[in-house]
Every structure is written in structure tokens, then in C-alpha cells.
């Protein structure tokens, strides 16, 4: 004796009701709105090109801010992705990574230039004669100042005296990274005293700044 044929039950929604076919469409749009992480993106960008700028001399102190705010982009992205609102989590894990790559090879290039040098014996304080390149540090304080110049891993104290003539210390290097720093502060509280300074590199003014009390410049060269 033959029987027909058991077939599944249409699938029903809730009420009884046959659920609506999804479209093609809404398929589209549901896809195109987890796809889309431009934070991510915005974060993998930043990030590479810190990454690029970190190595060139004169604007490698860039580098810091476009690699922090990369990263943090790209958390966000990534927190984003991994709650489901957006796709792109494997965009988010490379933007973060080459974030993390750009800070750490601009704390590395600053490190290396800082404390090891690609000269010859690293900044010379005072200047020696004949290397490639001269650094000037000039203060003009009204009322006299105490001067601190060099790099973060030497540096010289002197007295600027109170009077309008500029004083001068000087520096030179063959090579490599430095970052040079150049500090002015007030000798004498009973003076308003106003404090300029500046770093001069091959004659090029590469930082310069003012205040009433104290004054600081500091230039990545190299």
C-alpha cells in the first residue's frame, strides 16, 4: 500500500503567520553595516603613517601623535567589531599592531639618537671645530636666567646675564639623532623678567620660544 510523500511544515512564524522572505536588499544592507569599521581604517592609516614618519629627521616628534591617536582608533574599532556592530576585526588587529609598531620604533629612534648616537662620540659640548654640523642655543632674558642646554644625556648649566645681548652656548655633531633641549628660568623673583629662546642647527632655527618666568625649546634633529 502506497503513502504520499512526508514533507516538512512550511516554516511559520510567531501567530502562525509564514515569515517574509529576506530580500536580497535588506541582505545587502544588514552585510554593508557590519562591514564598514572606519574607525579601524582610520587607525591602520594614522598608524602606517607614523610608522614612515618616525624615521625621517626634523619631523620624526610627529610621529607620536598620529601613533597615539591611531591606536586608539583602533581599539575602539576593534571593541566595536567584537560586540558585532561593525565587521573588520581583523582590520582593527592590524591597525592596532602597526600603531603599536609606530610608537615603539619612534621611543626606539629617539633612544638610539639620545643615549648612543650615530656620531662619531654622539653631541659635543662645547662645539668641536670641524664637525659637520653646529647647534646654537641663544636666551635673551631681561633679568638674568639660569641656562640648562644640550640632550637628555648631557647637559651644561650657565648663567645668562641681565641684559638684552643674547647669550650664546654652542654644540656641534657629525651624525645620528639628538633631541635637543634648551631651558631658561628666572635668577631674580623681583624682576618681571621676560625669557626668549632658540636652537639654531647649521644657522636653520629649529625651535624658539617665550614666557615671563621660564622658557623652553626642544628640536629633534638629525
Given at each position: 500500500?502506497?503513502?504520499?510523500p512526508?514533507?516538512?511544515?512550511?516554516?511559520?512564524?510567531?501567530?502562525?503567520?509564514?515569515?517574509?522572505?529576506?530580500?536580497?536588499?535588506?541582505?545587502?544592507?544588514?552585510?554593508?553595516?557590519?562591514?564598514?569599521?572606519?574607525?579601524?581604517?582610520?587607525?591602520?592609516?594614522?598608524?602606517?603613517?607614523?610608522?614612515?614618519?618616525?624615521?625621517?629627521?626634523?619631523?620624526?616628534?610627529?610621529a607620536?601623535?598620529?601613533?597615539g591617536?591611531?591606536?586608539?582608533?583602533a581599539?575602539?574599532?576593534?571593541?566595536?567589531?567584537?560586540?558585532?556592530?561593525?565587521?573588520?576585526?581583523?582590520?582593527?588587529?592590524?591597525?592596532?599592531?602597526?600603531?603599536?609598531?609606530?610608537?615603539?620604533?619612534?621611543?626606539?629612534?629617539?633612544?638610539?639618537?639620545?643615549?648612543?648616537?650615530?656620531?662619531?662620540?654622539?653631541?659635543?659640548?662645547?662645539?668641536?671645530?670641524?664637525?659637520?654640523?653646529?647647534?646654537?642655543?641663544?636666551?635673551?632674558?631681561?633679568?638674568?636666567?639660569?641656562?640648562?642646554?644640550?640632550?637628555?644625556?648631557?647637559?651644561?648649566?650657565?648663567?645668562?646675564?641681565?641684559?638684552?645681548?643674547?647669550?650664546?652656548?654652542?654644540?656641534?655633531?657629525?651624525?645620528?639623532?639628538?633631541?635637543?633641549?634648551?631651558?631658561?628660568?628666572?635668577?631674580?623673583?623681583?624682576?618681571?623678567?621676560?625669557?626668549?629662546?632658540?636652537?639654531?642647527?647649521?644657522?636653520?632655527?629649529?625651535?624658539?620660544?617665550?614666557?615671563t618666568?621660564?622658557?623652553?625649546?626642544?628640536?629633534?634633529?638629525?
Amino acid at each position: 500500500m502506497m503513502t504520499d510523500p512526508q514533507y516538512p511544515p512550511p516554516t511559520t512564524a510567531r501567530h502562525g503567520r509564514p515569515a517574509p522572505p529576506v530580500t536580497a536588499t535588506e541582505r545587502r544592507q544588514a552585510n554593508a553595516k557590519r562591514g564598514r569599521n572606519v574607525l579601524a581604517a582610520a587607525g591602520l592609516v594614522l598608524g602606517a603613517a607614523a610608522l614612515v614618519v618616525a624615521f625621517v629627521p626634523d619631523i620624526g616628534y610627529v610621529a607620536w601623535p598620529l601613533a597615539g591617536i591611531g591606536l586608539v582608533l583602533a581599539i575602539v574599532g576593534l571593541v566595536q567589531a567584537r560586540r558585532g556592530a561593525v565587521g573588520g576585526r581583523g582590520l582593527a588587529i592590524t591597525a592596532t599592531v602597526v600603531s603599536v609598531a609606530a610608537l615603539l620604533s619612534t621611543a626606539g629612534v629617539l633612544l638610539y639618537g639620545t643615549f648612543l648616537g650615530g656620531g662619531e662620540t654622539g653631541l659635543h659640548l662645547p662645539a668641536v671645530a670641524g664637525d659637520k654640523h653646529s647647534v646654537t642655543f641663544q636666551v635673551t632674558s631681561a633679568g638674568g636666567a639660569t641656562v640648562r642646554y644640550g640632550s637628555l644625556s648631557d647637559q651644561r648649566t650657565e648663567n645668562a646675564p641681565a641684559s638684552t645681548d643674547a647669550w650664546e652656548g654652542k654644540a656641534s655633531y657629525n651624525s645620528g639623532s639628538y633631541l635637543l633641549t634648551l631651558t631658561a628660568d628666572t635668577r631674580n623673583s623681583n624682576v618681571n623678567n621676560e625669557i626668549r629662546c632658540a636652537i639654531l642647527v647649521d644657522g636653520r632655527k629649529v625651535a624658539e620660544n617665550s614666557g615671563t618666568t621660564i622658557a623652553l625649546c626642544t628640536a629633534n634633529v638629525g
